[in-house]
């Protein structure tokens, strides 16, 4: 982060990934304030790996282009520091090692679907929590997520700034802005 970098309140990032079989994949981020208004939006310009990174990446393709190249490419724009970052994609959880503040998972059927990537690392029955990168789930507010386990300061310090959101801020909805900006801006 640059020096310019503000801090602000209580702003929340999200970040998610954009699949388009016309147009590849892109990442779109879009910080809100804690009303639901936007205070800034990003988009890479899609990519889509070769054959030749997805044979030698294999099952780790996914957590390198989705967190480490678009996620952390997206971040480094910013010029609102949030308090933390949603995603709704698991493998967008990399780009944690590259900022300071917590990045946590919204978890769904959707994002957790596939067998072979389940691992509870402090179990409960009802969230099971994808293990290829070591997440441990907590509550934000009413929904279920998981930050990195390699994080684990990550969970206080999200529930702390909870505190300034209204009890029934909508986690999922800002992902749907996200694609829609960002499918719109593929349409220009």
Do not use: W
Request: include cysteine; proline fraction near 9%; charge should be negative.
């Amino acid at each position: 982060m640059s020096a310019s970098t503000r801090k602000s309140k209580n702003a929340i990032g999200f970040l998610t990934i954009v699949e388009s079989s016309e147009h590849g994949i892109s990442g779109g981020y879009l910080a809100l304030n804690s009303t639901g208004h936007p205070i800034e939006f990003y988009c890479t310009a899609p990519v889509r790996p070769s054959r030749t990174q997805e044979i030698l990446y294999g099952a780790t393709l996914k957590p390198y282009l989705y967190g480490e190249i678009l996620g952390q490419t997206l971040l480094s724009q910013t010029q609102t520091e949030p308090l933390f970052v949603c995603t709704n994609v698991v493998e967008v959880a990399t780009a944690r090692q590259f900022v300071p503040y917590p990045m946590v998972v919204l978890l769904s059927r959707n994002n957790v679907e596939s067998p072979q990537s389940l691992r509870v690392d402090q179990p409960t029955p009802d969230q099971p929590v994808p293990a290829p990168l070591g997440m441990v789930p907590v509550q934000l507010m009413n929904q279920s997520a998981a930050v990195l386990a390699d994080h684990p300061g990550d969970r206080q310090l999200m529930n702390d700034h909870c505190t300034d959101l209204h009890e029934n801020f909508d986690f999922h909805e800002p992902f749907e802005r996200i694609r829609d900006a960002v499918e719109e801006t593929q349409n220009d």
